[in-house]
């Protein structure tokens, strides 16, 4: 069993910043790509950024230059840093990673974090 741990949530103002955290714990032998998707009322979930173990990113066009994701693999940590945040970025957001115990690999989710941005 493995869970995620998300946390950094809240509200902002427009134009502010706001940075995510989640934590992965249980049995893990390694984690390959971690990330963060987000989904809005009434819309379908969508990937926001993605890291690989060798630090390799990828965001969706709408974040790219505002958001940074980065990662910690000694403790199983992954970040999204979110600068310049718009009321569009406004959503639950979750944490998810591609875990291998030692014998099979599974996806993980967190149960998601409220980020609201408004004036």
């Known amino acids: 069993q493995v869970q995620l741990a998300e946390s950094g949530g809240g509200l902002v103002q427009p134009g502010g910043s706001l940075s995510l955290s989640c934590a992965a714990s249980?049995?893990?032998?390694?984690?390959?790509?971690m990330g963060w998707y987000r989904q809005a009322p009434g819309k379908q979930r969508e990937l926001v950024a993605t890291i690989t173990r060798d630090d390799i990113t990828n965001y969706v066009d709408s974040v790219k230059g505002r958001f940074t994701i980065s990662r910690d693999n000694a403790k199983n940590t992954v970040t999204l840093q979110m600068n310049s945040l718009k009321p569009e970025d406004t959503a639950v957001y979750y944490c998810?990673?591609?875990?291998?115990?030692?014998?099979?690999?599974?996806?993980?989710w967190g149960q998601g974090t409220q980020v609201t941005v408004s004036s």
């Open positions: 249980g049995t893990i032998l390694f984690i390959n790509a």
């Open positions: 998810n990673a591609d875990v291998y115990d030692l014998s099979t690999r599974k996806i993980y």
